[in-house]
């Protein structure tokens, strides 16, 4: 049975790097920056099958160029069927 990944992240980067790391993430696919601010942080979602590509994730975008820390905010999983399943 497959399952699906979801986690958030808050990203600290040093303020001028901001923007590159953001498109830097973006390009690469590896998640989504919905929101990011003039000072450095940056709020980030993946979408993994496990959790060990959570944490490639996390390590990939940890070695971008300008990232300071990233930290796990919140990972939930779950059957990718239950994801499919009309409410």
Do not use: N, W
Not at 43 to 66: F, K, N, Q, Y
């Amino acid at each position: 049975m497959s399952e699906v990944h979801i986690a958030s992240c808050v990203a600290f980067t040093r303020p001028e790097a901001t923007e590159a790391v953001a498109r830097a993430i973006a390009s690469t696919g590896l998640a989504e920056v919905p929101k990011h601010d003039g000072r450095g942080r940056l709020v980030i979602l993946i979408e993994a099958p496990t959790s060990g590509r959570v944490l490639d994730v996390i390590d990939a975008i940890r070695a971008l160029d300008g990232v300071l820390a990233i930290h796990l905010a919140y990972q939930h999983s779950e059957p990718e069927s239950a994801m499919k399943e009309a409410p």
